[in-house]
């Protein structure tokens, strides 16, 4: 479609709050590609105790003075950890080492990028769609449009930020297995055991209902009635056509479960990995679920969300904990996909709104600091027919020990030592723009109509580097 | 907050670090909340009243502790006993400007004798109330409620593809508000009649685009997709029952726990945004609601006389039928088609809100619906007797959600030969799985 047809019909189906274009699928509910998956880390997260890690450094204040400021508690009794044989380094603090001695092999790290903001609403938004403002959609819808046309929830949300501008229509999947077994057979009387095959309603009575429903859509679709009210119509038409498929969620909600819906020993689930935890973990419920609508071949692309990383207080027992709730998660990920046999089509994305200040407030903790990184990541050697890999072992971007976001040479990214910028002729810094250019590759959608008409005006840095 | 773009600079965060600081441009927005938060002064962070130093205030254990360290007569920016808010804090408590009594000045007791309060927040409410930004705000915060969903914020980028659509709908919303604005304070600010205005909008009302101009059309008419709470509660309004655990009316509401989130809830802390298109997946929460709830539903109905039923008071009872049974058939029939069809219209009315003539053609599809279940039903040998057996068909794999009721009483209405009670749930399941029920 030429690209001004292509706008025209976009501006016709209707961008506004709420809207969505529906285009059905040309084949069956049956996606074997990529899954991309943005692990949110909400409340902004502190990079110097993860993958940016920072020790101390010396500020010079305004008056020509100096002082040592401590960055991490940590590093006065450990040293900085690092990953034989790859560039990444990592700050000895809560699980990190478990995370990275059992992951690194599939990171990718980019550093330094400069978010521009420390608040909230505004880092989240630039974080997950590449720009302050409202208006473009996140990546995962992006990419989820791109791919999922026709599946019935090629985009997942587990809340977070999850804009879509409109181009598609966000399933939230955070609940309990069980409840969803109900839904996916939802004329079963007992949907949690597979030997009790009672019916509510005669199958030919839902078959003779099912058809009127249908007859009666049909006519209120076919009555004059305002743009609005034809588009949630048909949201609503397709929302029922497409149900049929979500039965394959049974089977992947079931895996490492017997009929019963309990957990067999020995099996990967959520439940026998939280029994190995000392506290209890209902993100990987969660994950749980999302990686069985991924299994189920019925979803493109989810947000994940855990919180508790706004630590302005009691910094170092609070953002622990957030990031052991965290790195315990993205360990049960892969372990789960890796069983349910999808592990090779995992794309893995981890950030957060923005980072924490350099150093300690006077109530122990740490407050909002516009330097953040992101972690990706991808099983060696999986590439698809679509998208790139990335460049495992890999640090793009950089920061001061003080935690600034350094200026790059925008052809090979070396970073330009802090204090050495030359002020006539400054360099871009790393932005979540350019990283968005980075996802964008790495999902093989650059030049999908959408990512063109989402244009991310960020061309000032050689991304191709990166991937 | 959108006042002021904040702090970008890493050199200011580093030397800054009291965000009330007017040279910081962290000031911009704090110099708005942090007066507001100096007026929930006796307040804690978990809510609790007035729960420090022999009841006497809620400021932080550090700040207290400081105070009390060093020899607080000699530092006037510390904490003395009997103080409520901050001596240090740069932007005293008060709203938009004015500023409240604070500090040692500052007691409830002085309060409540000078100007009637008995609490700082009664104070800033009284000054929240008589803001002239009150009244917009107002109608920006039930505004969701009525139209489902927020007003759309200001467009600032001029190259998004819906630049020029989003600015139409926004100078459309931002006139409706204002005007309703000014009309919520022509009116006292009766909360009442501001509703009233706002249902009286074309926005709100539009059923066909002759009603409206083209600059709401993308916003305005029906389909405002309900929220679980909201069906919840239209269940129970239009059938008296609850969608809970058939054996427990005491249960819980499946649609607001088991399904909640499944349905578009949230939890206001990951989950803030309400989900405004369906989803197949909820479009699953419906149908196992139909399959769940309806026969019981229907049956509860008709074991009621007529006069003490909510929707099946035109029928007399089961042994209404569209027509003449099979000669085989056991039971009672009474051909009634003119009553099956003005009850099936008052179903319309009751559960859709569509004022339907009898012979409207919606009427006569639905009658169809009703006449094809029971004619498979009547001239199938395996339903000459069903149900009676017990709450399962084995013949049919179909079980009715009883929830302890006795099917094996051979009695009416269990036991219903003429077939009739499967024909009338599936024409409640039809009707309360349409647009109309789900949407407003």
Known sequence: MQRRNFLKSFSAAGLVAGTSITQKALAAADYEGPIFITLQARGGWDVTSLCDPKTSYVLTNRDGTTENILVNRWSETLEIGEVTGSEIKYAPFAQNEKLFTNHAEKMMILNGIDMQTNSHQAGTINTWSGRFSEGLPTFTALVAQAYGQGLPMAFVSNGGYAATSGIISPTLLAGNSRRLRDLVTPNKVNSNSLSDTRNFIAQSNLSIINQFKQDRLDRLLARNGLPFTQKVLNQFSSAQSDQNDLQYLQDEILHGRDENGDDIVGEVTAGNYNATLSYNNQFLDQIELTLAAGAANLMVAADLTTGGFDTHGNHDNSQANALRTLTDGVDFLWKKAEALGIDNRIRLVISSEFSRTPKYNDSNGKDHWPVNSMIFMQKPGAVATTGREIKYGKVFGASSDGHRALQLNPTDLSAIQFGSEDENDPKPTLQPKHVHRVLRRWAGIENDPFSELFDLDAGDLNVEQII | MASITRAQDPDELTNFTNPGDINSSCYGCHKIMDPIAGAFQSYGDFGEYLHKEAGTTTLSNVYIRDGK??????????????????????????????????????????????????????????????????????????????????????????????????????????????????????????????????????????????????????????????????????????????????????????????????????????IDKRTRDITSLMSLVIQRMNAEFSCRMVMDEFVLPR??????????????????????????????????????????????????????????????????????????????????????????????????????????????????????????????????????
């Open chain 2, 69 to 270: 360290r060093w020899n607080n007569q000699d530092n006037p920016l510390r904490f003395h006993p009997g103080d409520t808010w901050y001596r240090d804090n740069l932007i005293p408590p008060g709203f938009n400007d004015k500023h409240m009594n604070t500090s040692q000045d500052y007691w409830y007791k002085t309060l409540q004798r000078k100007e009637n309060y008995v609490d700082a927040t009664q104070w800033l409410a009284n000054e929240i109330v008589n803001d002239e930004q009150f009244l917009s705000g107002t109608v920006k915060f039930w505004y969701p409620a009525i139209f489902g969903s927020d007003p759309i914020s200001v467009p600032v980028n001029t190259n998004d593809p819906d630049f020029d659509q989003r600015s139409q709908i926004y100078l459309y919303q931002q006139t409706l508000i204002n005007k309703l604005a000014q009309n919520f304070k022509f009116r006292k600010m009766n909360l009442k009649d501001l509703l009233v205005d706002m249902v009286l909008t074309d926005q709100y009302r539009a059923l066909d685009r002759l009603d409206i101009n083209t600059n709401i059309e993308l916003v305005a008419g029906q389909g405002v997709l309900l929220t679980p709470e909201q069906l919840d509660r239209k269940i129970y309004a239009i059938t008296l029952h609850h969608w809970n655990n058939m054996s427990n009316p005491d249960s819980n509401h499946k649609l607001l726990n088991d399904f909640y989130y499944y349905y578009g809830g949230i939890d206001s802390d990951e």
């Open chain 2, 307 to 440: 006069g003490d039923r909510r929707l099946f008071t035109v029928v007399d009872d089961l042994s209404s039928v569209p027509a003449l049974a099979p000669d085989t058939a056991e039971g009672v029939y009474k051909i009634d088609l003119d009553n099956i069809r003005h009850q099936i219209a008052k179903l319309h009315f009751d559960i859709l809100g569509e004022q339907l003539d009898d012979q409207d053609p919606e009427v006569s599809f639905t009658l169809d619906l009703f006449t094809q279940v029971w004619t498979k039903r009547i001239n199938d040998d395996n339903f000459s007797d069903v149900p009676s057996q017990n709450s399962e068909d084995m013949m049919y794999n179909e079980y009715c959600n009883t929830g302890g009721v006795d099917w094996d009483r051979n009695v009416w209405p269990y036991k219903n030969p003429e077939q009739t009670l499967k024909a009338w749930q599936a024409v409640v399941i039809y009707l309360m799985s349409d647009f109309k029920f789900i949407y407003r």
